[in-house]
């Protein structure tokens, strides 16, 4: 199987040509068991392909399609690696692919742009596949941009909302920065190893001077912080909910935005033989979950609040990366897909109950009224709050106990991350489920549980979340940590934790004391005090204010790049290119012009003056012969 | 030379000839006159290359002259020509009237 | 042979244009722009069976005492330009099915004859007959413009064709002093292996002077920054079919110049310079991408976006390596193509809806899904998205001017940015949203631009996934070439 893995990128590829050709002519449940049936038979190869891998000696196989690009020594084949990284990839791609899938066919199903949506989506799992599959940079970069095509498609997908086309060109443009930084980054990497091949780059990288190899991670980092939605490129993330809901959780939470981890644990021999690269990337992973963790403590969007997350925990994975600790980074990717696309779903679910409405103040007591979709989402809320045995627990307790052995600031600050995520999770929870139901009659009279296309997912993702954690048990339980062991040949340089199992033991308890205490407190605040969140803007305190609307960050943008942008642009056109520059042409024309003016004024039409001069300029001509001489 | 009148007295009647003939051209208003001036002109060249081609025993500058008076012959038909074309639409030979190219 | 056929050709062409002064003239060129594309088709096969055929190149004595002979012959780089003109005039004239021109068989004619010209300039190799070329290919654009140009056509064309006509000059006067320094046995010659030698014994300060006489001229055709303000309104005011020529394959007279007569003539000069016009082309390419941006026009945004792109391939040439080069030969395709469906676009809006104001347009793609689709791709084309043609060709230049600077790569890479900035808002304003103006409908799209469009995108996508068959030529040419720099 691993021979045809082709095939993986192949299904969506025929999906979305079906869809995109034919989608109008066929009907919503044609067009929709198509999408999925693509997915699904690129996760059954996938499956397939795993399986053998794992029982297979050769690790790295390498499968070529066609020569693509070819200029002088750089040549770029269009070539696979299918390795355990991209395998685990290929399963979470096409496996929460297949569920989100399944998914939409429930929830886009009164949309009139049905078939079209689905051509997108197909399109999507095509190019995040390319994306992990890639044997080169090259490759990886074509995924990449078309991830974010596919991601500003389906952002803008309402089209006729400016807003929503705001957000997806917004999407489009900041992950275009990033793009630039990992172009620069590739053509550095040709031009040290003089090739971008993964199989034939990393073995050098050792003897390359440490500045260009900072210099290639630093790059490949930026394009990282574009995709990844890390400070300062993040914010675009939170306004690309204005997607459809199953679009939030594919792309938004459990695929596209982990292609920044992937990318760092992919040229993982670069972070780690560069400190500098390597503490940028913990830093910045650090401020980000920080940061977007207290903006998530106030928002009154439930996509919003899973968004700000879903930047949290993606800076927590990056906070793991920084340290070090590549497989509980990659661990971490594989829990929060299943719980974070859990927590979309539902919250799709929940928007689905109350017809469209996002506002948690508007919500509450739902518990009772869509149990399936309370019950789901309150196992993946404890998930991601890090509560043992839940799967969120053993990834983010790898990442912070690795990080504590870096760096106690960053370990300290990595807490604290997690404790608000848990509060601010809680909030939500609390919110929505409990308490009165605070929308209008028409909104209660309509709740219902969603239909078993959108249910299914739901609980095959909840199982997930609370047993995902068996992929990596701690090792200092005695117990096997399979993705350590299975990542072991693609990261080249290892980082063995030195910590004693008495410390680690330590660390997990206070993570876990400090995670039920939040919880209680989130309970005691909510629950018993029955606190809302404010209805107006005007009701929060300065503070407050600030952190609800995101620290100003937009705003900030705005004055330091798009404003000066603009008005640097009017300038240059306004005033440089049509004053200036024009000018001066213009200004050669018009001399030429009035010199002729002035020259024309001797030629009066009189012939006795042009005879005259004429002889008048034989004589000075030939006087000036006889006394130059 | 011819008869021991030596070549100066030649070029002097010559260049004598051509100021005429020039400031002719110069000063007066009449295309008639102005036009026989460059004949006259013509003639004074005519009679230096005639002179030299005696005093030198080349008679190819007497096949110039030849040249020149047949050209100067058919100058003669056509600047006529333009002139009556000229009298007939302005009514005058005046050349100071003939300044159409200035506008 | 086959080369004076696909000169001789399109002059022909012209000639049955102008003397049938036909109704249906439309149709009969379109049917000979198609005849001169299949005898490119077989010059390029004829050219993969066996690069040096002899059916490939023609020589003849033209004016023997000054050393002047009608010496055309194809070359990989040439090749791919021929494939370009002639692939892109048929577009062209197909694309025109919707407009009336008056005297249309005139109008037709003198694409034509622009395209004998332009292949002509292609093929040339000889130092007078490229100038006389290059020069005639100005004259038919010269009356396409002047005559079925927009308002004010008179002043604009004549800015057009004076600016031009001014740096051609320095090219004269470049190519006149090289030809001076050359000497075959004792005489003088045109050939251009011979100026390349006369060029390369030059002293530094010399081929300093002759690097910036005929890079004049080459800078004002593309145009390069500051010697751009000819383009804009030039290209909004020919009729749109002049505006693809002149910016489809008439730019590419330029950088194709830059290539061929520049960089092997006078390696020290470019040594010395090299980086002074490099950093003319990266601040023309942010520059330009900035004034896209405020751009109400949609054809003039074109225009702007046409300068920045072209920025970059001129940077990319002159960085002088392998990728740079190969990179610009690419992008000199794929710009053509895009460029196309561009103004076509700009011209459909025109006649859809009566304007091409990018803020009163609006809510087109709910009345016209398809347009939308391809006018989306051809955009992502443009931004050079990856699986689209633009992409191999920009990817390749960013490489080649990194080798050279890398901070000129980054700045030059802003294009990456700014070029989804203004073509993504454009395409916003125009496609998205709801209809700002009740007034405006648009219908489905005519069958004529619908294929041409159709085409477009086809071509995009087609060597975006598989450029080998190009990519194959231009990486040979230009490692012959490269063999010719060091």
Redesign the interface.
Known sequence: MIKLIALVPLFPLLGFLMNGFFGKKISKGLSGSIASLAILASFIVSVLAFIELQGSTQKENIINIFSWINSGTLQIPFEFLYDPLSSLFLLIITGIGFLIHVYSTGYMHDDEGFSRFFTYLNLFVFFMLLLVLGNNYLITFVGWEGVGLCSYLLIGFWFKNTAYNNAAKKAFIMNRIGDLGFLLGIILIYITFGSISYTEIFDKAGSVSPATITAIALLLFVGAMGKSAQLPLYTWLPDAMAGPTPVSALIHAATMVTAGVFIVVRSNVFYSLSEVASHTVAVVGVLTALFAATIGLLQNDIKKILAYSTVSQLGLMFLGLGVGAYSSAVFHVTTHAFFKALLFLGAGSVIHAMGGEQDIRKMGGLSGKIKITFITMLLGTIAISGIPPFSGFFSKDEILAHTYEHSKILWLLGMITSMLTAFYMFRMLFIVFFGKFRGTHAQEHHLHESPTSMTFPLIVLATLSVIGGVLGLPQFWGLPNWMHHNLDEVIKIKNPSILSHETEWKLMGLAVASAASVIYFAYTLFMKHKVLPAEKESQLKPWQKVIYNKYYVDEFFDIIIRKPLDAISTVFYKFLDLQIIDGIVNGVGTAVKSIGSIVRLAQQGNIGFYIISMVMGIVFIVLLTFLVK | MINGISINYYLLLSTVLFIIG?VG???R?NSIIIFMCIELMLNAVNLLLVSFSTLHNDASGQVFVFFIMAVAAAEVAVGLAILSMIYRNVKSID??L?????K | MLTLLLITFPLLAALILFLAKSKTSKTIALALSVVEFIIALAAFGLYKHNPDACQLWFNVAWVQSLGIHFNVAINGMSLLMILLTTFLVPLIILSSFKNEYAKEYNFYGLIFVMQMALIGVFTANDGFLFYVFWELALIPIYFICLVWGGENRGAITFKFFVYTLFGSLFMLVGLIYLYNHTNVEGLKSWAINDLYTAGRSLTETQQSAVFWLIFIAFAIKMPIFPLHTWQPNTYVNAPTQGTMLLSGIMLKMGTFGVIKWLLPMVPLGLEKWGATAIGLSVVGIVYASCIAIVQKDYKRLIAYSSIAHVGLISAGILSANQQGIQGALMQMLAHGVSVIGLFLIADILLRHTGTRDVDKLGGIRSMNGNFALLFLIIILGAVALPLTNGFIGEFLLINGIYQFNAWAAAFAGLTVILGAVYMLRSYQNIMLGERKDSHIAFGSLASSDKWVLYIVVIVIIAFGVYPKPLNDIAEESVKQLMLNLK
Do not use: E, I
């Not at chain 2, 003939?98 to 200035?102: D, H, P, Q, T, V």
């Open positions: 020039a051209v110069m000063a208003r050349t100071d003939l300044s159409n190219l200035k």
